[in-house]
């Protein structure tokens, strides 16, 4: 039987649930989760290994119009997701208003094949997903149109399935070991990412990188150092907490779920370092791996 392999690239608006929806068909947690919009920031690969096929999911950042260099080099990452996809999984939250001109400008004109895939319909009546789906099958005639919910993992059987049969025969592009391209480094400092997203309001999260300065292995445990990144001083003394309170409690949560991903114990020390404006710097940008 022959080998198929192939690109799926899952794009929407930011909260649409892009990250939950790699996770579980993944299998693994690859893209961090957090109740904010665009928290994914890179193009993150997971890969679907078995023996007939490979199966290639790209997570992509939550399509929006930048505002500032960032932004810039996301948006630049779901075009390079669209550029080389087999297939399009163009996830829409069945509450969402039909004001999608940001991500339908992306796709509305592409040959590439389409599925539609409404999500979040746990709380929505039967009436809601017909009329959703009489919307999106009459403005982007898709191929498939799935009411789902990614968090709850309902009503995802069909879509492997589905994606099988709009891949070509092709050798696969990644080892079959590989679960991921990206390294355990890049995904430490994404666990601390989701740490601070999910502990600070307004500004201070989409104002943050981290950066992982050390990461030692040793026989016993992994000794990480983590810079997070922050634009201003007033943002370093929040990020910091009355008496260094805020940064151990990130700290402390970071660590643990650190050690469930490396199954290892680990020690974990994090500073704070103010870079002005980075968001808006090319050569910060390209240091922190934003930029091709």
Do not use: C
């Not at 039987?1 to 690239?9: D, R, T």
């Not at 947690?29 to 193009?43: D, M, V, W």
């Not at 950042?61 to 080099?73: A, E, H, M, T, W």
């Not at 829409?92 to 004109?109: A, F, G, R």
């Amino acid at each position: 039987m022959a080998h198929k392999a192939g690109f799926v690239s899952i794009i929407g608006k930011p909260n649409a649930g892009k990250s939950t929806l790699m996770n579980a068909l993944v299998g693994e947690k690859l893209s961090i989760i957090t109740p904010k919009a665009q928290t994914t920031r890179h193009r993150i690969l997971g890969m679907v290994n078995e023996e007939a096929y490979q199966i290639v999911f790209s997570d992509t950042p939550g399509i929006i119009k930048p505002r500032y260099g960032l932004q810039d080099s996301m948006m630049n990452f779901v075009k390079g997701a669209l550029s080389d996809a087999d297939l399009i999984l163009f996830m829409t939250d069945i509450n969402e208003q039909h004001d999608e001109s940001d991500v339908l400008e992306k796709i509305i004109n592409t040959t590439i094949p389409i599925i539609v895939l409404i999500n979040k319909i746990d709380g929505a009546t039967q009436e809601q997903v017909e009329e959703k789906t009489a919307y999106w099958q009459e403005l982007l005639k898709p191929k498939h149109i799935y009411a789902i919910s990614a968090l709850h993992k309902y009503n995802l059987d069909g879509i492997m399935e589905t994606v099988l049969e709009f891949l070509p025969e092709h050798p696969p592009y990644y080892d079959k070991e590989d679960l991921t391209d990206k390294t355990q480094r890049f995904f430490v400092s994404e666990i601390i990412r989701e740490k601070i997203f999910n502990n600070y309001q307004k500004e201070i999260p989409y104002s943050t990188e981290v950066v992982i300065t050390a990461f030692k292995e040793e026989e016993k445990m992994v000794r990480i150092s983590a810079e997070i990144i922050v634009e201003r001083d007033s943002q370093k003394n929040i990020l910091i907490g009355k008496g260094g309170s805020m940064l151990k409690k990130v700290g402390t949560e970071a660590r643990k779920d650190i050690e469930k991903f490396l199954d290892q114990k680990v020690f974990l020390e994090t500073f704070v370092k103010v870079l002005p404006d980075w968001r808006s710097k090319k050569n910060y940008l390209k240091s922190f791996g934003y930029e091709n």
